[in-house]
């Protein structure tokens, strides 16, 4: 009722103030006394700020209270929202302190977001990754989640987005993913022993080749060497840039002074049997600083080589083929690997694969070297060979 009259008054208000102003305009123009048209001009002004304020308040008496009163339950919803959200993060969190349950992160940590954050795999490929750990986590434990967590807050868990339980599940791995590089780098270096940055660079590049200029890295170098990043980062790329020259000038030297009319080059390969390239990878990999295991003669896994340097042990399947190489190689090659408790499996061949060869090997995690990588290995030595395996 109060809030009506108000508006009437100010409507009013608003018309007397016209009607003022034409009666000033027309008593101005006819030089009549204007006294009664500036005095209703006067009152019509003063009554419409009046009314235009007292509209101003109320809505401001009205307005203010429930701002406060939307602001208070919104403040509830997020911080019951909030609350659900913890609660989940938590159980996760819970979860991942199952014995079996972090090693099953650390290894996804290795095999994919170590690839991640060097850039070997795409984000979309990495998302889908995440997404099939999403899978297994829930169905390898739904009923511990279940039994750890309210049901209503299950029910809200459960009808949130993909994108919501993924992030959680970076959430967890950004909290350890640092901790399992760090271990992951001291089974290789032991940094207490080098008395030089040079000497530990030396060694750090040997195992990771050009995979060690990669700045998430030596980020791990320099934090577990406890040495200034940009000393470290200058450091590795001086050594590196001084063992490229080293082998441009070798490679040099042989091409121009060898007097080995048999030189190792992809046309010297294409001229072995297959248990040739077989004794010749070993070499040449010994040369690399790598130890070769013996394997029986009567080998049914799939396995030419085993190779290993540090804590890493390389299973390796080598076919000298003039045709491509198939599917059948890879699958041998993951079934070696799993038998002999490898970290890695690895094809080696002077040929080329079939595209199903290459997709079973994307994914499995095998590398595939095929008759370019193979050249690459022959002419760029260790550092090249490096970079695949680390």
């Known amino acids: 009722m109060l809030e009506g009259l ?14 003022s102003l034409v009666w000033l305009t027309v008593g101005h123009v006819l030089r009549k006394d204007t006294k009664k048209a500036l005095l209703v001009l006067q009152i019509a002004v003063i009554a419409g700020i009046s009314s235009f304020l007292a509209i101003a308040s109320v809505i401001f008496l009205f307005l203010v209270p429930a701002f406060i009163v939307y602001r208070i339950l919104a403040g509830l919803s997020k911080r019951k929202q909030r609350e659900k959200d913890e609660a989940i993060d938590g159980v996760m969190g819970q979860l991942f302190q199952e014995e079996e349950m972090k090693t099953k992160l650390y290894d996804f940590i290795l095999q994919h977001t170590r690839r991640f954050d060097l850039h070997e795999i795409s984000a979309t490929e990495y998302d889908h990754s995440l997404g099939l750990l999403l899978q297994y986590i829930f169905l390898r434990a739904e009923p511990t989640i279940k039994a750890s967590i309210d049901e209503k807050i299950y029910s809200y868990w459960r009808k949130k987005p993909l994108e919501y339980n993924k992030n959680l599940i970076m959430a967890q791995i950004d909290k350890v993913k640092k901790e399992v590089y760090f271990r992951e780098m001291e089974k290789i270096i032991d940094v207490k022993k080098y008395e030089t940055i040079e000497d530990l660079v ?119 083929y003039q045709g491509t190489v ?65």
């Not at 108000?6 to 009607?19: C, D, E, H, Q």
């Not at 038998?339 to 590398?367: L, P």
């Open 326 to 390: 198939g599917n059948k190689a890879v699958q041998e090659v993951v079934s070696a690997k799993i038998y002999y408790k490898c970290d890695v499996a690895m094809v080696i061949t002077n040929s080329s694969y079939t595209e199903n060869a290459i997709k079973t090997a994307q994914a499995s995690g095998v590398i595939l070297v095929d008759r370019t990588g193979l050249e690459r290995i022959l002419q760029e030595g260790s550092m090249y060979f490096n970079s695949l395996v680390s």
């Open 202 to 320: 030396k060694d750090y590049l040997d195992y990771y080749g050009a995979k060690g200029l990669h700045p998430a890295n030596i980020e791990v170098l320099s934090e577990l060497a406890q040495e200034d990043f940009s000393e470290m980062r200058a450091a590795v790329e001086a050594e590196y840039t001084r063992i490229k020259e080293q082998q441009r000038l070798q490679l040099l030297e042989n091409h121009l002074f060898s007097k080995d009319s048999s030189k190792k080059d992809i046309k010297y390969v294409d001229s072995l049997s297959g248990l040739e390239f077989e004794d010749f990878l070993k070499d040449l990999f010994i040369s690399y600083g790598y130890s070769v295991e013996d394997l029986p003669y009567s080998n049914d896994y799939g396995a030419d080589l085993i190779i290993s340097k540090g804590a890493k042990r390389i299973v390796i399947q080598a076919k000298n």
């Open 6 to 19: 108000i508006f009437i008054l100010l409507f009013l208000s608003v018309l007397a103030t016209i009607v």
